[in-house]
């Protein structure tokens, strides 16, 4: 179908494969409508064909004045209607059942990959099973740990001046760096990137609650003035981090001695940070829970 290509700019091929190229293109249940609207404009002006009358909207969208995309079922369709217009007789075309089937239950399984894609993601990262947890994300929830930021008692709170919210930044990041530089060398130092030292909207941070979801909170600080927030795990939920963070450091198959000198270096660095943290009225570290947590990362990873 001539349509089909000139929407997607390639000729027809197998119906799968063409599905992924729909969902790409317009059909991502997780795209973001800026992009879905900067594609729409674009067919809008390549596309200049009227759907025929009475073209069901299940089979092509229309998507501007004589213009309309050919959807899922559509690209689906086409086989089907092919077949029963070869095997046409007279002016009665009739749609074989067998490939109407196929092409439903070939529908059904797409739709069905397509809206769990996200809820798979977030399983698949919660488990473990997705690429290496990157290092400041570790490190970032190391530190919480470390500087005993657990339940909203204990929250790092957000300094609502700005100047001294660099200045806490610059301390919390200085451990962070000490880790990341040690499991990897290679890591771009965190100095270097602006956006590591936004301490509550850094990507590190983002990154340790997309793989730990609700356990590591940021929420408004109830306390704080505007838009201040506070930092913390989850009451609770100590072990449990502790124990995804073992599995993303195992995953790594770090020699121990590397391990080892990683933590080192960040309880050291963070003993000569720590004053100008506490200065903040944020540090609740224990010698207790720094010893056991350096145990228990030895011991699992």
């Known amino acids: 179908m001539a349509e089909v290509a000139e929407q997607h700019e390639r000729p027809l091929g197998d119906p799968l494969d063409d599905l992924k190229v729909m969902r790409e293109v317009l059909f991502d249940p997780?795209?973001?409508?800026?992009?879905?609207?900067?594609?729409?404009?674009?067919?809008?002006?390549r596309l200049n064909w009227p759907a025929?009358?009475?073209?069901?909207?299940?089979?092509?969208?229309?998507?501007?004045?004589?213009?309309?995309?050919?959807?899922?079922?559509?690209?689906?369709?086409?086989?089907?209607?092919?077949?029963?217009?070869?095997?046409?007789?007279?002016d009665e075309?009739?749609?074989d059942e067998l490939d109407i089937s196929a092409a439903e239950h070939a529908l059904a399984t797409t739709y069905r990959e397509w809206t769990r894609y996200r809820l798979g993601r977030v399983l698949t990262l919660r488990e473990g099973r997705d690429r290496p947890m990157l290092p400041a994300a570790i490190g970032t929830t190391l530190f919480l740990l470390l500087n005993g930021n657990i339940g909203e008692k204990w929250a790092l709170a957000q300094p609502k001046d700005e100047k001294r919210q660099r200045q806490l930044d610059s301390a919390v990041t200085a451990p962070i760096q000490a880790f990341v530089s040690a499991i990897d060398p290679n890591a771009r130092p965190l100095s270097s990137d602006g956006r590591h030292l936004?301490?509550?909207n850094g990507y590190g941070l983002s990154e340790a609650r997309r793989r730990l979801g609700s356990d590591i909170v940021l929420e408004k600080d109830p306390h704080g003035e505007g838009k201040?927030?506070?930092?913390?795990?989850?009451?609770?939920?100590?072990?449990?981090?502790?124990?995804?963070?073992?599995?993303?450091?195992?995953?790594?198959?770090?020699?121990p001695t590397v391990l080892e000198d990683a933590l080192e270096r960040m309880v050291t660095a963070y003993e000569e940070q720590?004053?100008?943290?506490?200065?903040?009225?944020?540090?609740?570290?224990?010698?207790?829970?720094?010893?056991?947590?350096?145990?228990?990362?030895?011991?699992?990873?």
């Open 274 to 301: 720590r004053p100008r943290i506490a200065a903040f009225g944020v540090s609740n570290a224990k010698q207790s829970r720094t010893k056991n947590l350096r145990e228990d990362l030895l011991r699992r990873s």
């Open 228 to 255: 201040g927030k506070r930092l913390y795990v989850r009451e609770g939920a100590e072990a449990r981090v502790t124990e995804a963070l073992a599995r993303e450091l195992a995953g790594r198959r770090l020699r």
């Open 198 to 200: 936004q301490l509550y």
């Open 52 to 90: 025929p009358v009475d073209t069901p909207e299940t089979i092509v969208l229309p998507i501007g004045e004589g213009a309309g995309v050919i959807t899922p079922e559509g690209r689906l369709a086409i086989p089907a209607l092919n077949s029963a217009l070869a095997e046409a007789a007279d």
């Open 30 to 45: 997780v795209a973001r409508e800026e992009r879905l609207r900067r594609e729409l404009e674009v067919l809008r002006e």
């Open 93 to 95: 075309v009739i749609v």
